[in-house]
C-alpha cells in the first residue's frame, strides 16, 4: 500500500448573471466529507417478509469545515445566508494516490452554518448543506475510465 502523497484542494464558485463566476479556494480548510445517501427501504406483505424494495430520491449532502480567517469563509456564510446556490469542486492539487482527478458538487445549498471562537486558535466556521446534481472524474491511474466523467443521478 503506497503512502499517501496527495493533496487536495477545495473551490468553490457563483454563477449569477449579473456577476461572472469567479473561482475562490476555500483556504485554510481544515475537513470536508460528502455523504451520498442511497435510501431503501424494504417492502414486507402479509404472506411474506423481504418481498421488494421502495426506493427514495438519492441525496448527497457535504459538510466542510474551514477556518475563519480569509475572505473565503466570509464569502460562503453570506451566500449561505442569502440562500444563493453555489458549485464546490474537491480536486487533486498535487499526487497522485486519490482514486479521483476531482469530485464537482453543483447547485449546492446551505442548510446550516455553524461557528466557533476557541480561547487559543483560530475561529472556525462548518457549513453543511446539499448539492443537487454531483459529477466525478477518475484519476489516470483508477481503473475506471479516466477524463470520461460519471454523473450521480438523482
Not at 446556490?85 to 499526487?95: H, S
Request: charged fraction near 10%.
Amino acid at each position: 500500500m503506497p503512502d499517501w502523497n496527495t493533496r487536495l484542494a477545495v473551490d468553490f464558485w457563483t454563477d449569477q448573471s449579473d456577476n461572472p463566476a469567479t473561482q475562490i479556494p476555500v483556504t485554510p480548510i481544515n475537513t470536508f466529507s460528502t455523504t451520498i445517501g442511497l435510501v431503501a427501504t424494504e417492502l414486507h406483505s402479509i404472506e411474506a417478509t423481504h418481498v421488494g424494495a421502495v426506493y427514495a430520491p438519492r441525496s448527497i449532502a457535504f459538510t466542510m469545515t474551514l477556518n475563519a480567517m480569509g475572505t473565503a469563509a466570509a464569502q460562503l456564510a453570506t451566500m449561505a445566508l442569502k440562500g444563493s446556490r453555489f458549485d464546490i469542486i474537491v480536486q487533486v492539487q498535487e499526487g497522485t494516490d486519490w482514486s479521483f482527478q476531482s469530485i464537482l458538487l453543483k447547485n449546492c445549498i446551505a442548510t446550516q452554518l455553524q461557528t466557533n471562537a476557541p480561547v487559543s486558535g483560530a475561529p472556525t466556521l462548518t457549513i453543511s448543506g446539499v448539492a443537487l446534481k454531483a459529477t466525478e472524474t477518475a484519476a489516470p491511474n483508477s481503473p475506471a475510465p479516466a477524463d470520461q466523467p460519471v454523473t450521480i443521478p438523482f
